[in-house]
Each structure stands twice: as C-alpha cells, then as structure tokens.
C-alpha cells in the first residue's frame, strides 16, 4: 500500500506544470491562460526600465511585489474559476487565468 501511495503522490506532482506569462510592451502574454487547479503561472517581466506588478482585485487586493526587469513571481492556483488581474501601477495591463 505505501508503494501505491507514493506512486499515486508522484504522479500527481509530475502531472503539476507551471504556465509562464510574459510582461513587454505594456502587456500581458498570453493575456488569458487556461491551467488545471494545482498548477503554477509564473509572470515573467521582459520590459526594459519598468516594473510591473500583478494584482488580483477581486482577492481584497492581494498584489505580487514589484516585477522588476528579468525577475519573475509566481503563483500556484488550488481551486477552480476564474481570477482577473491587472498591474498594479498600470491598470490598464489586464489579464485572467482561468483554472478549470
């Protein structure tokens, strides 16, 4: 029964991906990503001189620190529906990831 158990534990880690979105030009790319509950988005900024942040209003506000070239944050998704987000310092950054 461990063995079981440890197979079906490792499976289910493996089958966990992480969804990268790219920050350029002002923009969120893809602008709407499509994960299964448990995976990763990682927001990567690719902008020049400019920070960005994500922030997810409907979620009293929750917001990543500030996304400063070549840095990234990350966030894992555990439940189903829909999260809309934009950028903190630029509202008219938007996008939403959709966990199905």
Request: glycine content about 4%; proline content about 5%.
């Amino acid at each position: 029964m461990p063995a079981l158990l440890a197979l079906v534990f490792s499976w289910s880690a493996a089958a966990e991906q992480t969804v990268d979105v790219t920050i350029r030009e002002y923009r969120f790319s893809p602008q709407e990503v499509r994960i299964k509950a448990g995976d990763t988005v990682k927001w990567i900024n690719r902008e020049k001189r400019t920070s960005h942040s994500v922030l997810f209003p409907a979620e009293n506000g929750l917001e990543s620190e500030r996304i400063f070239p070549d840095e990234s944050w990350q966030r894992k998704f555990m439940q189903a529906g829909s999260y809309s987000y934009r950028c903190g310092p630029h509202e008219e950054m938007k996008g939403i990831v959709v966990v199905e």
